[in-house]
């Protein structure tokens, strides 16, 4: 180990923490961080004006019914599988449970769709994409094994009629949906930081590269061009 | 245009996509649309949970099964004991039975596994249960000491007996030698009845139990539980995968997959389930993939539904 000044005694004060000399892994990945994903992308306060349509709040819906589902998810959690049988309460939170589920696929399906029609995987986006629809196929699975621990007849029937496809498949002896243990384990622990995870770098991505801009756009679109119509961006300033 | 010129043009366009935005800007407040979403969506996700709630059809036990319908239960008792049950034949990973794997040319994705979850359908769901009573019925010895040819024998006259009776009603079975079947059936049946047989068969001498393999398959070995979800449209050629129970919208995002089991070849294909697991992970897998994959990443440029979502962009151009 050297021993330097200390950075703060010999920086810049014009530099940027992007700009900044980094000498340990720490530093290193810091000074990647920021660069990738300075502050004012990852909390902005302004986006392309191309981004206005309604099309663009599908998203955030979805992030938001999650939200939903994993508050009401923990309520059930600590009150076990069979509370919401014998309390009403319980009943109701897991009425919300179901309800923000549905909403949450609603708003993903659109959001995903419209992502499609937008192929807003140009521009090097690709990766959002891929953990967008991670994110979809991982909340199938999750969905599936809350199905499974409603501990009624429905969850008993596809208890039943889903082992098929999953034995089928070659994985029914370890994720055995009859194993109630095994599958509330599955849906309470491992299938939610899995949609968490995702659905977080998912976010961060989008974040990182910004909105896709419009298909077919070029460099003599009006809202490119310097002292446009009502032109409040960098483009004006 | 050639290939060439087509993705140079198509790298050209995507070059105003690959650089940070250079345009004009609108103010956007991403706290603000948090906090905007979490109330609307509050509300729309509490107003349709207390207007619409959520079903609870309560579990169907063995006990009702047995008390509701006690010839299925007594049939499906015999086809447990006789080995010709669903379960019985149904392969890895319950038993070893040959040929009862769903194979694909020489993919048998089934027998992966191997019996992990052992289930001798006769021991498991009949005899154990009845050795663990005060007083096991006395003609359980003499099942023990049979030989397979003769217990075989037993069941197949016993289950035909009961088909020919009258309401399948075990009291109206004829006359014939059917060995300890009837009795054995018949305990099982009032053990059920009792309530007994739940615990026994999911808790097997044990004190906690999260496994109910063995009392589910046993239901689902009878009719009894699939004319339920029948009646519930829940069965698979009724998209029974994305139902609920009521009128309540189930798992709707399983529509592909429940779809394909309502058309050939797959509706009446042996091996339908790995078919349509094996459809659904190549449809996955491709719409995962679109970004490189040419013709389906191209179809928004050919039909312009992006025309609409920035229609205000396209305006003023």
């Known amino acids: 180990m050297s021993l330097r000044e200390h950075p703060g005694t010999n920086t810049d004060p014009g530099a940027t923490p ?90 993903m399906v659109v959001h995903l769709w419209g992502k499609y029609w937008m192929a807003a995987w140009r521009g090097g986006r690709a990766l959002t994409w891929i953990t967008g629809m991670g994110a979809f196929l991982v909340s199938i699975v999750t969905a599936f094994t809350g199905y499974l621990l409603q501990t009624n007849f429905d969850s008993q029937w596809i208890a039943f009629e889903g082992k098929d496809a999953l034995n089928a498949a ?3 002896a370890w994720f055995n949906v009859a194993n109630l243990g095994q599958i509330f384990m599955f849906h309470i622990i491992l299938l939610p930081l899995a949609v968490g995870a995702v659905v977080a770098l998912h976010v961060v991505l989008v974040r990182m590269h910004g909105v896709v801009p419009p298909l077919e756009a070029a460099e003599t679109d009006a809202q490119l061009q310097r002292g446009a119509q009502g032109d409040t961006g960098e483009a004006g300033r | 245009m050639s290939t060439t010129n087509l993705r140079a043009s198509r790298a050209d366009k995507d070059g105003l996509a690959r650089r940070p935005w250079r345009g004009t800007v609108r103010e956007y407040d991403l706290f603000k649309e948090l ?42 008792a015999t086809a447990e004991l006789g080995g010709t049950s669903e379960t019985a034949g149904y392969g890895p990973p319950y038993n070893k039975t040959a040929d009862a794997t769903q194979t694909l040319g020489p993919l ?26 005060n007083s096991p019925p006395p003609e359980l010895a003499d099942w023990v000491t049979a030989s397979d040819a003769q217990r075989t024998t037993w069941t197949t006259a016993y289950s035909d007996a009961l088909t020919k009776a009258t309401d399948n009603d075990p009291a109206n079975v004829a006359a014939g030698d059917y060995g300890p079947v009837p009795v054995l059936t018949d305990s099982l049946l009032t053990t059920a009845k ?60 399983l529509w592909l997959f429940s779809f394909w089991y309502q058309v050939e070849p797959f509706a009446s294909a042996p091996n339908a389930d790995l078919l349509v697991v094996l459809m659904m992970l190549v449809l996955s897998v491709l719409l995962t993939l679109v970004p490189f994959i040419p013709g389906l990443r191209d179809i928004p440029r050919w039909i312009p539904v992006h025309r609409l979502i920035w229609r205000d962009y396209y305006r003023r151009r």
């Open chain 1, 170 to 172: 070659g994985i029914g």
């Open chain 2, 35 to 76: 906090t905007v979403a979490l109330v609307v969506m509050g509300i729309i996700t509490l107003g349709l949970s207390a207007v619409f709630g959520s079903p609870d059809e309560p579990s169907v036990t063995l006990k009702s099964w047995a008390i509701a319908a006690p010839a299925d239960f007594v049939a499906t």
């Open chain 1, 18 to 107: 992007e700009d900044a000399d980094y000498h340990t892994w720490t530093g290193k990945a810091r000074g990647w961080l920021l660069r990738r994903l300075p502050a004012d992308k990852l909390l902005p306060e302004d986006q392309p004006s191309y981004v206005a349509s309604w099309i663009y709040v599908f998203g955030m819906g979805a992030i938001v019914s999650l939200v939903f589902i994993l508050a009401s998810g923990v309520i059930l959690g600590l009150n076990g599988p069979a509370w919401y049988h014998v309390s009403d309460l319980g009943h109701f939170v897991n009425s919300v449970h179901l309800w923000s589920v549905e909403l949450f696929f609603m708003t």
């Open chain 2, 194 to 253: 009792q309530g007994a047989l739940d615990g026994v068969l999911t808790a097997k001498d044990k004190f906690y139990n999260f496994d109910y393999t063995r009392g589910t398959l046993f239901l689902g070995d009878g009719a009894y539980f699939g004319d339920l979800a029948t009646a519930q449209h829940l069965t698979g050629d009724q998209w029974g995968m994305m139902n609920e129970t009521g009128n309540t919208p189930g798992q709707s995002w």
């Open chain 2, 108 to 133: 048998d994705l089934q027998s992966f596994s191997g019996v992990q979850l052992p289930i001798d359908t006769a021991n498991d769901l009949v005899i154990d249960p009845l050795t663990t009573l």
